[in-house]
């Protein structure tokens, strides 16, 4: 028995697969165990180093630094959100002098790292007049990276549909704007979601890189309260505590995005007319599998 993909093992391969499983996690195990053993040795569990955390001011801070981080990444993720279809939209223009340009903008900005675009905002515009905040700086430079990534994976999503379902839409009389915002976005969204999930835990995690410019997020404070020599310098239970923060930000972010992706799970229904004669008859809601239907009937029709 076999798959599309794949041939299904046979009892041979169920049991070296077992066995590399486990190997693996024998192995995954030990490391773990070392490192924590390496901590243990060098006094990194000791209470002085984590004697700064039992104060509720740091906790405080820790709170107020992980609401900069948030912010950050809310505004970052929506401004990449619509920065990215409307790249994307350009992209997929029938227009050269639209598509071409466009192209070139997306290839640029997706070249160029997040931290390169964060210092030219922040340390290059100060050299022509324009001071920017350090909040300002890090929103900006992750919407425009993030932003021509993602007009990638949506134009991929759309690109990588069947040509049925744009005939499918023109055969109901949908203009290609009609098309494109009824039919072919919300399949390219649902297919592409996971990508874009990942996409954007990238923004998330990436919103450290905003200590470098002085920007008051999680490793920011972390390398701060990490650098009180009052409190022992508990630079590695700083960075223990703000990781799981990140790891928890990130968990909750994906289930998020997972319970949004089930609710979408089901197949859209698209208002639309066809086109009949010369006159518009109203569908009212229309599956795609009823736009495939139209588009067979109208060739059968031709």
């Not at 990238?202 to 450290?208: N, P, S």
Request: proline fraction near 4%; include cysteine; hydrophobic fraction near 55%.
């Amino acid at each position: 028995m076999s798959s599309v993909l794949y041939d299904v093992p046979g009892p041979r391969a169920i049991v070296r697969n077992r066995i590399l499983s486990v190997v693996t996690v024998v192995i995954v195990l030990i490391i773990l165990g070392l490192i924590v053993w390496r901590l243990a040795a060098t006094g990194q569990f000791a209470a002085q180093k984590w004697y700064a955390f039992t104060f509720t001011k740091v906790w405080l801070d820790i709170g107020q630094a992980m609401i900069n981080t948030l912010s950050a990444f809310i505004v970052a993720a929506v401004g990449a959100l619509v920065l990215g279809f409307v790249l994307a939209i350009g992209r997929l223009s029938d227009h050269a002098w639209v598509r071409i340009p466009v192209g070139w903008i997306v290839e640029v900005l997706r070249a160029i790292p997040v931290l390169i675009f964060m210092f030219l905002l922040y340390y290059g515009l100060p050299s022509v007049g324009i001071k920017m905040e350090p909040y300002w700086a890090v929103v900006i430079a992750l919407i425009v990276y993030n932003g021509s990534v993602l007009a990638e994976v949506i134009r991929a999503g759309v690109e990588s549909l069947p040509r049925g379902q744009y005939e499918a839409g023109y055969a109901i009389g949908l203009r290609k704007s009609g098309v494109m915002r009824l039919v072919l976005l919300p399949q390219a969204i649902r297919a592409m979601m996971p990508v874009i999930i990942a996409q954007l835990v990238v923004t998330l995690k990436d919103t450290a890189l905003g200590f470098i410019i002085t920007y008051e997020e999680l490793l920011f404070y972390a390398r701060f309260i990490g650098s009180q020599s009052t409190y022992g310098s508990p630079i590695v239970p700083a960075t223990i505590i703000v990781g799981a923060i990140y790891i928890a930000l990130c968990l909750l972010l994906s289930w998020i995005a997972n319970a949004v992706e089930k609710r979408t799970r089901r197949s859209p229904k698209v208002d639309a007319a066809v086109v009949d004669a010369g006159l518009h008859h109203p569908v009212g809601e229309v599956t795609d599998t009823e736009l495939i239907a139209l588009q067979d009937d109208q060739g059968r029709r031709r």
